[in-house]
């Protein structure tokens, strides 16, 4: 075994590679770009070592800055985790080059399957199944044309270079065709810098089904069941799960032969994964399937693997590329149970599925029987836009597929997660909804359901708004009671004042979400009661404050409220105090007046700049301003004093 190891990778992979790292007794070595220097995975390792600036292009990519930090730091072996460099092939060979193991395959392995028209080409050479299509050199349009009508409609166009669902057009009659080509090609040249195409049949009612296969240096090639990958998005995966639902004995064994032959025609090492592609509009059959690429790596879904067979797949790897044998025989492999992962990612499925940015204010999950989370980020980390929004991969495995959906489902109803937007939501739906948990479904599953799963344009969330709001309200009037005895108050004494003057309603002007509302306060002898487009808030909301904002927490949504703009709080019946602190961190743009200068109730005395929006402070009483502690063009933390009037009796 190794005594080193070097993570090329960020996030929750370079997190869960490390983990196993140190449990066998190696050292860890973690790099970083700038904007990763407080990140989960640098904190986790031994050691870590910045490899250049936020772009991917110039730190996780850069397979010099990688090999330079391996040879200074000493590493054994370079494990490249998924994503980056990990199907590299030119990286793989550079590892060597240096005296140093790719924890991986071999890069001849790599180059086989890295395009999908010479791995299929390949593969039909080693009998395995795979879909009807031409997947040859030529490529004028008018051939390719030709080609999808003798294979009949429809048809799927792919990318030779492909991956991740990029370069891909399902074109459903001849008269398409010219478009699907143009767009498929068009997106595979920005994504590989390859234009090629191939095309295949379509197949209707399609499952993805995939085998995770394992080789050994001295020629041993094993299987480690199926995983199911139907549920996607635009052809990338959000939960996967092992077993695949309706697996059949006879299937499997055939299609675990066909993935073992396809890792045996590369001379497969290490942990690789056969994706098939199955037709399974009358259930799951072993003449039904065929081969669609090999990824030459550990798989982001590796986790449902491990839970149903006891396993420690990133351990597998280090041991075979120590040299060591397969640790177990085909005939040993067991599967216990049944394991379903849920992906979370910062995006908004309001708006597109969006990728969202930002710190999480908020991020918690609950521990259980049978829950594993597999996660990069903790509270106050910072999802940027530079790498992929994957906040975390929840991990339920069960004694039978119902009991890992309903751990599944609990566990998403107690995460806690906010800041950016996420598909926290979704994927509970997704879980919950009654085509999935009857194992009615096919990839085309997701798309067919966005509106039952709230994964379009929806107005905003009233009753959390109202929520929101009067947590906000409550908050400020715990700050003024909680101050009364010493200082004085702020301009948000306002929302006190209210309550002061008796009976009377007000309207609020609030942000939620961004937008502009107007919240309704009115006040009985009950105290306030807080509406939001005729709707009271919630009883079932949860709030999370950060600075001046409010993060309401609701059925896996999130809706942010702020108060929008103390100016226009009705001031008048204020008579007390005449101190003025800062109601939000920000910028001081101007003071309006001078020491010792005379204001009226309700003058503007400064300005400040918050959330791109200026705020003018005003004087909540008539007198004279006796002191003035901020400075204009400095920053200001929320609550901090800006003056103080004395008012005039
Ligand atoms: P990529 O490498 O871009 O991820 P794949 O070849 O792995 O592309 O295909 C991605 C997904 O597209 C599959 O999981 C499946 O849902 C769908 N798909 C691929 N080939 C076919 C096909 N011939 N018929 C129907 N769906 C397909």
């Known amino acids: 075994m190794f005594s080193s190891v070097l993570i090329a990778n960020r996030g929750e992979i370079a997190a869960r590679i490390a983990r196993t790292a140190k449990r066998l007794g190696l050292r860890t070595i973690a790099v970083y770009s700038e904007a990763d220097a407080g990140a989960l995975h640098v904190r986790l390792a031994d050691e870590a070592h910045l490899i250049g600036p936020a772009p991917a292009a110039h730190s996780y990519l850069s397979a010099e800055r990688l090999i330079d930090v391996a040879k200074r730091t000493g590493a054994e072996c370079v494990h490249p985790g998924y994503g980056f460099l990990a199907e590299n092939p030119e990286f793989a060979e550079a590892c060597a080059a240096a005296g140093i193991v790719f924890v991986g395959p071999p890069p001849a392995a790599i180059r086989a399957m890295g395009l999908k028209d010479a791995a299929k080409a390949l593969m039909e050479k ?47 009659k001849h008269a398409d065709f010219e478009a699907g080509l143009a767009g498929a090609m068009r997106e595979a040249k920005s994504a590989f810098g390859d234009d090629r195409v191939l095309v295949e049949k379509y197949v209707a009612s399609p499952r993805h089904i995939e085998i995770q296969v394992f080789g050994d240096s001295r020629g041993n090639v094993i299987h480690l069941n199926e995983r199911d990958c139907s549920l996607q998005r ?29 890792a045996k025609a ?31 790596r550990l798989q982001v879904e590796h986790p449902v693997t491990e839970a149903i067979t006891g396993l420690d797949l990133v351990e597998w790897q280090f041991r075979v590329a120590a040299g060591e044998p397969l640790p177990l025989a085909q005939r040993a492999v067991r599967i216990t149970g049944h394991a ?101 479904f096919d990839t085309g599953f997701i798309d067919q359901n966005l509106a039952s799963l709230g994964a379009v344009p929806r107005a905003f969330d009233r009753a959390a708004a109202a929520f929101g709001v009067a947590h906000l309200l409550a908050r400020e009037q715990a700050r003024i009671a909680a101050r009364s005895f010493s200082d004085g108050m702020s301009p948000w004494d306002a929302t006190d004042g209210f309550q002061l003057a008796g009976n009377r309603d007000a309207a609020l002007p609030v942000l939620v979400d961004g937008e502009n509302v107007s919240a309704a306060l009115s006040y009985g002898s ?52 005449g101190l003025i602190v800062a109601p939000m961190h920000g910028k001081v ?42 400075v204009a063009g400095s920053q200001i933390a929320e609550g901090a004093k800006v003056m103080v009037i004395e008012g005039t009796d």
């Open 234 to 262: 635009r052809h990338q995966k959000v939960i996967e799960e092992a077993p695949a639902p309706g697996m059949i004995a006879a299937m499997r064994s055939a299609m675990g032969e066909a993935a073992v032959a396809a």
């Open 526 to 577: 009950n105290g306030a009661r807080v509406t939001v487009g005729g709707e009271g808030a919630a009883a079932d909301a949860q709030a999370i404050e950060a600075g001046n904002a409010v993060y309401v927490l609701r059925g896996g949504r999130q809706t942010v409220v702020r108060l929008r703009d103390f100016e226009e709080f009705d001031v008048d019946h204020l008579d007390t105090g």
């Open 266 to 296: 590369v001379g497969y090492v290490g942990a690789g994964t056969v994706e098939f592609i199955a037709e399974a509009s009358k259930g799951l059959l072993p003449d039904r399937f065929w081969f669609m690429e090999m990824n030459t």
């Open 126 to 172: 080693a009998g395995v199944p795979v879909v009807p299509g031409y997947h040859g050199t030529r490529q004028e349009p008018k051939f390719l044309k030709e080609k999808a009508y003798e294979i009949g409609y429809p048809v799927l166009i792919k990318a030779v270079a492909g991956g991740g669902g990029k370069g891909m057009r399902r074109v459903d």
């Open 340 to 440: 379903i992962e849920a992906r979370l990612y910062a995006e908004d499925p309001e708006k597109g599925f969006l990728p969202s940015t930002g710190r999480l204010v908020a991020l918690e999950f609950p521990t259980g029987e049978g829950i594993r989370i597999d996660t990069g980020v903790t509270a106050g980390s910072e999802v940027t836009p530079y790498y992929d929004p994957m906040i975390a991969k929840v991990i339920a495995h069960g004694k039978d597929r119902t009991q890992a959906l309903d751990r599944l489902g609990a566990a998403l109803a107690r995460t806690r997660v906010a800041g950016p937007r996420t598909n926290l939501a979704f994927v509970a739906g997704l879980v919950k909804s009654e085509g999935f948990r009857a194992e009615a």
């Open 589 to 630: 743009l101007a003071i309006l007046v001078e020491k010792g200068g005379a204001v009226s109730k309700g003058q503007r005395v400064a300005l400040i700049e918050a959330m791109k929006m200026e705020h003018a402070l005003t004087a909540p009483i008539a007198g004279t301003v006796t002191e003035i502690a901020a």
